[in-house]
Structure formats: C-alpha cells, structure tokens
C-alpha cells in the first residue's frame, strides 16, 4: 500500500542545483538592472562611455526603457524632472571621469529642488582604486569625493555582492525625506564580471517616513491659533511632499494669508481669497510678512530669493518646518521642527484651533494692490503679457520648465502655476540649459501630456542637442526660446551695477531653421501672436519650437 505523497516525483540534487544555478552570462552589471527592477525602476537616464558599457549592455537585455541624451547634464536634468513628476527614485546611468563630472551641475539642481536622482556611475577597474595611480583611462584620485559635498550620499561598491545592498540602500537614502540625488559607484571590471549570485529578487528599500515631534506641534498650534495676523509660506518642501491639500485646509482654518516661495509655485490656489500669490521680490510682501506675529514656514529655508534677497527680517514668532536638517533656523531663530511637509501639517490639523479673521482677505488685497500699483508704474507691459499668452495656451495640467532667462524671473513671481508640481525651474543651483533636457524628462514622465520649456537664446544653445532626442523619442514638448540677442538677465545686472555689460552679447543661430534641420516644425512669433501659436505648437503631437525675438526687462528690483 503507498501513501500519496510517496508518489511525488521529487527532484533530484542536480535537477535543485540547475534551478538554483543563475542563467549563464549574467554579469555585475546584471545585478544592478535586477536590482533597479526589483525596486520598481522602469525608466533609465543616460548616455554610455568605455567603463559603462557592462551596465549599459545589461540594460539593453532588460526591459528597462532607457531614454539616451546627447550630454550628461542634459541627462541629468532629465532625470530631475522625471523624479519631480513622479516622485520615484530615477536611475541616471554614467560613465567615468569625464562623463560623470558633466553631471555635476545637474544633481546640484536636484540637490537643490529635492529630486529623487540615482546617479549610477562606473568606476575605474578595482586595481587602480584608493590612489593606486595606474593611469587608467578617466582616472581620478577619488572620483567620488567630487560629487560628495554635492549629493546627498555616496554609495560604493566593490564586489559583486555588495551591489544589490549598495544600489537599495542609496534608493533609499533618494527617496527618505528630503528627497534628493545620491551617488554609487561600481568599478568597471565588477560591472562586466560573470557571477554566480541568483538573480535579485524582493529587494525593499522603503524610505523612513520623518514624522515631527508632536510637543513642537502642540507648541506650533497653540502659538497659530491665538495668533492676531498669521501668516504662511509654503516652499517647495509642500509640493515634494504632496501637501498641497492639507496646506489649503490649514489655512482656511486659520483665516492665514499663504505667500508661496518660487520653488512651492502651485503649493495654494493662485485666485484664493487669502492667497498673497508669489511676489516675494516685492517690498510690500516683505513689509507684510514682517508684521506677521506668528510666521509659519513651511518646507523653505528662507534662503536668498525667499527673502527677498536677505532683507526681510521677522518680527514675530517663527514657526520652521522642513525635512533638511541643515535648514533648520538656518536664517532666521524658529520653533524648528524637522519633519515632512506632509506629515507635520496634518499633525498642526489635528491640534490647531478654530481661528476666524474675517479682515484677512481685505489685508491680502491691499498688498496685492500695493504690488500691482508698483508694476502700473513702470513699462513693463509687454512683460506682463507674455505671461498671459503663455498662461491661456498652456492646459492647466500640463508641466511648465523654465531656464534662467528674464521671462522665467517674472514667471517665478507672476505666472500661476494653477496646479501643485507643475511649474518648475532652475531656481535652486541657477544654472543654464535646463528648461528643455528636462521638459523631455516630464515628457516621458507623463506620455500624451504636451509640456513647455522656456529659455533664452544663450541658455537653449546649451541644449540644442538634445533636439535630436525630442525627434528620436517623439517627445511632445514645445520649447519657447525668447530670442534677445544674448544673456539678457546678466545684461541687465551688470548695466545696473557696472553702468556697461562685458560678454553678454552673443551670435546665436537662426533658430527656427536649425529646429527645421532637426526634422523639428518651428514658427518664428511676435507677442501678439504667441498665444495662438503656442496653442497650436503644444496641440500638435511631438517636439516643436517656437523662437520669440524680444528685449525684455525686469521690475525694478526693491531690495536695493
């Protein structure tokens, strides 16, 4: 008599051996695609270079899409924006020395903005690590102490088998507030080495959720709800966090007027009969915020541009909320709580009370009729109406990326964002060309979703490549470059400080034409057809440009 389970056919020890044996080829650059995967990576970043090759031919054995652009800051760029549409950790792939330096001022920008970048990066091959000197190919003496003071950490490994920990526990660092870029390097010859170790599977890297101390709550609510003139500024940390909701909520609870800084654009509803809108660079804004008796500030450091650059000084209590530790009172003595945006502000809604100031919206119409009767002053109407072209053309939900240009500067104050997350710029490190590397990013973020990149003429020429991939990847972006005949901006700033401009004047291409050679269609417009012709551009599908030639100004600056 036999049993059922004697009937099993049970494997032998070579049949359990060949299941568990990894399929053969895989390499250390296997691992880390694995590991991207295992983590819910489905979209790559970069371009190859010699010590990469190992990484990027496992990416091309995987199903990863990978999104190739013509320079590795571009690459970066894109990558940026990718992670603040989506807020996941995006991998950005990069070779050696060179390439991996020209990333530079793009993970500043997300160090700056909070973008979830892996920068994934080779490395010279084991034998010529720790100072060895062997005169590799793209050595440096420590390639990583370049990016360390820029990211927010740095992850190595060595042997194949710390690839799968080193490549989760830098997701994680990404993605644990506040978001931002990290760094893992991975030598060349650990990258196309055969392994033997099975394939990564169920790897989690769940970032720590950054919870506030409720004792600096209680304090905070009490202080919010008897306060005589509250007053709220909503930074960037509201957007990255999701917050946008429980900021309204808060507000409209306590009657508190919300200013938002250039980098939380979107954070508060721009019509709201409390919003103050953006006009930080405005000395009645400044004058207003002052007189605040209790100032809530949440997910700002008050840095330059939020403090209309360093002369605005509070006079009552400050109330600091922000995930980066290092900002906390950084600029200004506050209640500093360390926290998530998000997590902090439903704390304050379960503790704060009920505060009704029905003089609240008539306090924020004066000062915004204070600021408009400042601008009505000055000619700067063409300015002004620019920004409604662009505004009406523009679906409300579709992304806006700005460069550092004059109309971007204006845009950082008067332009309504109408939605959280989608007006972004290059605000945080200022450097140029990014308007348009990352609108292609957002582009393939949110496919079907037509996206604007605005620059100036001297800022597109640093990414006029990348023409080639908007066309390659049938990205649907328009791209808007105000034509002025140089850096306008900087023009501007030395003719104000220096009476003359040196170096600002710059012999750039017929645009329009150029965009054409790209197989991309390009209008050339006049501000009294630019909404027209902006609305067309971003309704056709796949790239397109349109060129703007205009001297445009700045409003007279008030912190002088």
Same mark, same amino acid.
């Given at each position: 008599? =036999?049993?059922?389970? &004697?009937?099993?056919?049970?494997?032998?020890?070579?049949?359990?051996?060949?299941?568990?044996?990894?399929?053969?080829? *895989?390499?250390?650059?296997?691992?880390?695609?694995?590991?991207?995967?295992?983590?819910?990576?489905?979209?790559?970043?970069?371009?190859?270079?010699?010590?990469?090759?190992?990484?990027?031919?496992?990416?091309?054995?995987?199903?990863? *899409?990978?999104?190739?652009?013509?320079?590795?800051?571009?690459?970066?760029?894109?990558?940026?924006?990718?992670?603040?549409?989506?807020?996941?950790?995006?991998?950005?792939?990069?070779?050696?020395?060179?390439?991996?330096?020209?990333?530079?001022?793009?993970?500043?920008?997300?160090?700056?903005?909070?973008?979830?970048?892996?920068?994934?990066?080779?490395?010279?091959?084991?034998?010529?690590?720790?100072?060895?000197?062997?005169?590799?190919?793209?050595?440096?003496?420590?390639?990583?102490?370049?990016?360390?003071?820029?990211?927010?950490?740095?992850?190595?490994?060595?042997? %194949?088998?710390?690839?799968?920990?080193?490549?989760?526990?830098?997701?994680?660092?990404?993605?644990?507030?506040?978001?931002?870029?990290?760094?893992?390097?991975?030598?060349?010859?650990?990258?196309?080495?055969?392994?033997?170790?099975?394939?990564?599977?169920?790897?989690?890297?769940?970032?720590?959720?950054?919870?506030?101390?409720?004792?600096?709550?209680?304090?905070?609510?009490?202080?919010?709800?008897?306060?005589?003139?509250?007053?709220?500024?909503?930074?960037?940390?509201?957007?990255?966090?999701?917050?946008?909701?429980?900021?309204?909520?808060?507000?409209?609870?306590?009657?508190?007027?919300?200013?938002?800084?250039?980098?939380?654009?979107?954070?508060?509803?721009?019509?709201?009969?409390?919003?103050?809108?953006?006009?930080?660079?405005?000395?009645?804004?400044?004058?207003?915020?002052?007189?605040?008796?209790?100032?809530?500030?949440?997910?700002?450091?008050?840095?330059?541009?939020?403090?209309?650059?360093?002369?605005?000084?509070?006079?009552?209590?400050?109330?600091?909320?922000?995930?980066?530790?290092?900002?906390?009172?950084?600029?200004?003595?506050?209640?500093?709580?360390?926290?998530?945006?998000?997590?902090?502000?439903?704390?304050?809604?379960?503790?704060?009370?009920?505060?009704? &100031?029905?003089?609240?919206?008539? *306090?924020?119409?004066?000062?915004?009729?204070?600021?408009?009767?400042?601008?009505?002053?000055?000619?700067? !109407?063409?300015?002004?109406?620019?920004? =409604?072209?662009?505004? !009406?053309?523009?679906?409300?939900?579709?992304?806006?990326?700005?460069?550092?240009?004059?109309?971007?500067?204006?845009?950082?104050?008067?332009?309504?964002?109408?939605?959280?997350?989608?007006?972004?710029?290059?605000?945080?490190?200022?450097?140029?060309?990014?308007?348009?590397?990352?609108?292609?990013?957002?582009?393939?973020?949110?496919?079907?979703?037509?996206?604007?990149?605005?620059?100036?003429?001297?800022?597109?020429?640093? !990414?006029?490549?990348?023409?080639?991939?908007?066309?390659?990847?049938?990205?649907?972006?328009?791209?808007?470059?105000?034509? &002025?005949?140089?850096?306008?901006?900087?023009?501007?700033?030395?003719?104000?400080?220096?009476? !003359?401009?040196?170096?600002?004047?710059?012999?750039?291409?017929?645009?329009?034409?150029?965009?054409?050679?790209?197989?991309?269609?390009?209008?050339?417009? =006049?501000?009294?057809?630019?909404?027209?012709?902006?609305?067309?551009?971003?309704?056709? %599908?796949?790239?397109?440009?349109?060129?703007?030639?205009?001297?445009?100004?700045?409003?007279?600056? =008030?912190?002088?």
């Amino acid at each position: 008599m =036999t049993h059922d389970d &004697d009937l099993v056919l049970r494997p032998t020890e070579a049949q359990t051996a060949a299941a568990l044996a990894p399929p053969p080829g *895989r390499t250390g650059g296997d691992l880390v695609v694995e590991t991207l995967r295992s983590l819910g990576a489905t979209t790559v970043f970069g371009l190859p270079g010699q010590h990469a090759l190992g990484l990027f031919d496992a990416v091309g054995r995987s199903d990863l *899409r990978l999104v190739g652009l013509r320079t590795e800051n571009n690459a970066g760029f894109a990558a940026d924006a990718y992670g603040r549409i989506t807020g996941e950790a995006v991998p950005l792939l990069l070779s050696t020395g060179p390439g991996a330096l020209m990333a530079l001022p793009a993970l500043a920008e997300a160090a700056a903005a909070s973008a979830p970048v892996l920068a994934i990066s080779s490395q010279v091959p084991v034998a010529g690590l720790g100072g060895g000197r062997r005169g590799h190919l793209h050595e440096l003496r420590d390639q990583s102490a370049s990016f360390r003071d820029v990211v927010k950490s740095v992850h190595t490994a060595r042997t %194949p088998s710390q690839i799968p920990s080193v490549v989760a526990e830098a997701w994680e660092s990404a993605l644990t507030a506040p978001h931002g870029p990290v760094w893992v390097e991975v030598p060349e010859d650990v990258l196309r080495a055969e392994t033997f170790i099975p394939q990564v599977t169920g790897m989690d890297a769940t970032p720590h959720e950054l919870a506030p101390r409720p004792e600096l709550t209680a304090l905070a609510a009490h202080w919010l709800s008897s306060a005589e003139r509250p007053v709220i500024i909503a930074g960037g940390g509201v957007v990255r966090s999701d917050a946008a909701g429980k900021l309204r909520q808060l507000a409209e609870r306590l009657d508190a007027p919300v200013v938002t800084t250039f980098g939380g654009k979107g954070a508060f509803p721009w019509t709201h009969p409390l919003s103050l809108q953006s006009w930080l660079e405005d000395r009645h804004m400044t004058d207003f915020l002052e007189d605040a008796d209790v100032l809530l500030v949440v997910g700002s450091g008050l840095g330059e541009l939020s403090s209309n650059y360093h002369t605005f000084f509070p006079t009552g209590r400050v109330v600091q909320i922000e995930a980066d530790l290092g900002k906390l009172e950084s600029n200004h003595p506050a209640l500093g709580i360390h926290a998530d945006a998000r997590l902090a502000l439903q704390a304050l809604l379960e503790t704060v009370s009920e505060r009704e &100031d029905p003089a609240a919206p008539e *306090r924020v119409r004066l000062v915004l009729d204070d600021i408009e009767a400042r601008l009505a002053g000055q000619d700067v !109407s063409l300015e002004r109406s620019l920004l =409604t072209s662009i505004r !009406s053309a523009l679906p409300p939900r579709s992304p806006s990326f700005w460069d550092m240009t004059i109309l971007s500067y204006w845009a950082w104050s008067a332009f309504d964002a109408k939605h959280p997350n989608t007006m972004h710029s290059a605000q945080g490190a200022g450097g140029l060309g990014y308007a348009f590397p990352a609108a292609l990013g957002a582009c393939v973020a949110e496919p079907g979703t037509p996206v604007l990149a605005v620059s100036g003429d001297g800022g597109a020429m640093y !990414s006029i490549a990348e023409l080639a991939t908007a066309r390659q990847h049938d990205l649907d972006v328009t791209w808007l470059i105000v034509d &002025d005949g140089g850096y306008g901006i900087l023009r501007e700033y030395m003719t104000q400080s220096f009476g !003359s401009a040196t170096a600002t004047e710059l012999t750039r291409p017929d645009f329009a034409a150029l965009a054409a050679s790209f197989d991309v269609p390009a209008t050339t417009t =006049t501000p009294e057809s630019l909404a027209s012709d902006l609305k067309k551009a971003l309704a056709t %599908p796949g790239p397109s440009v349109v060129v703007l030639p205009a001297l445009l100004k700045m409003f007279a600056p =008030t912190h002088l």
